[in-house]
């Protein structure tokens, strides 16, 4: 998985010229591109969830799968396992020979599994992303969204700090777990992993 | 009503392109944006192509506008488009802001003093789309 801050809009230049502003209020205004490469389906289908976003993601009409056994996330819990990796052999074998007897991709791909990797760009505004964050960043989030949860943070306090280090999980964001029953009870861990470089 | 564009994200046509390629060619979308930004020919011929395209391959920037307008007419144009946000700085005057999609599905769906302007006003920053515009007005 790789992700990279494409653009964004310039949040220091809107402050300056609308200092009656905070950044909570800017939020709306702000965007966020992000090329989110090398990800499962299962991750993507995750983050199309976040409906005010926009996404343009490869195409498995347009672009043949080549080599899926290279081309799958494996969980770490199935890594060792000899039926995951028999089950996508088995896929790429069967979307191959659907390919290659004439079978248009569009309909090819109904073989493959969440596990095939894709690309795309995200763009979300800044009040989307902080709702992203607050999601996905939780400890009782799936690993590979929070992964690039995680990675999108990093990039974006990288390149705006100030806004950015207001973000994290909803607990750090929030002061209180909002999980209710199902809290993971890490709260504290969470602060500290998420609280800003420097600060005490 | 007057209406200036204070800010964009940067690239904005680069972004287009980068957009519709990663949909249907295998390359990475970092990749493929890296290259284009010293490929403004390309970037120019691959957005001549975007009014075959989905919508969405116009969404990926954002515009924003300071405007001074009416509350009147102001709630004209939330009335008519979903896709514009608006904050209030003033009796008058409005922080706005939305995408190219927003700026092109509006200003063909209706003519009113803010559409033209809202077209207008993306001149600079997305020639190209402009040019799409301007000709569908002939």
Known sequence: MKTRLLAHTPYEELRDRFPELGWRQLLPHLAYTFAVEKISRACSHQLVRHRVASFSQQSQRYITVKRLSERVVTPPTVDDSETFHELVEKASEAYQGLVESGVPREDARFVLPNATETSLLMTMDGAALFHFYGLRLCNRAQWEIRRLADAMLAQCRAAEQEVFENAGPYCYMLGYCPEGRFTCGGMAEALERYKPEGSP | ?138
Do not use: C
Not at chain 2, 32 to 52: C, F, H, Q, T
């Open chain 2, 1 to 138: 009503m007057k209406l200036e564009l204070v800010a964009h994200t940067p690239n904005v046509e680069t972004m287009i392109a980068t957009s519709m390629l990663t949909t249907t060619s295998g390359a990475q979308p970092s990749t493929l944006y890296d290259r284009l930004l010293s490929k403004p020919e390309k970037v120019r011929e691959v957005v001549g192509r975007a009014e075959v395209q989905h919508g969405n391959i116009l969404e990926h920037n954002r515009m924003v506008w300071m405007l001074e307008a009416t509350g009147d007419e102001v709630l004209e144009a939330t009335l008519d488009t979903r896709f514009l946000t608006f904050t209030r700085l003033g009796e008058t005057r409005w922080l706005v802001s939305g995408n190219l999609r927003a700026v092109v599905e509006y200003a063909q769906s209706r003519k009113t003093p803010l559409t033209d302007a809202l077209a207008a006003s993306v001149k600079d920053a997305a020639p190209n789309v402009h040019g799409f515009l301007e000709d569908k007005k002939r």
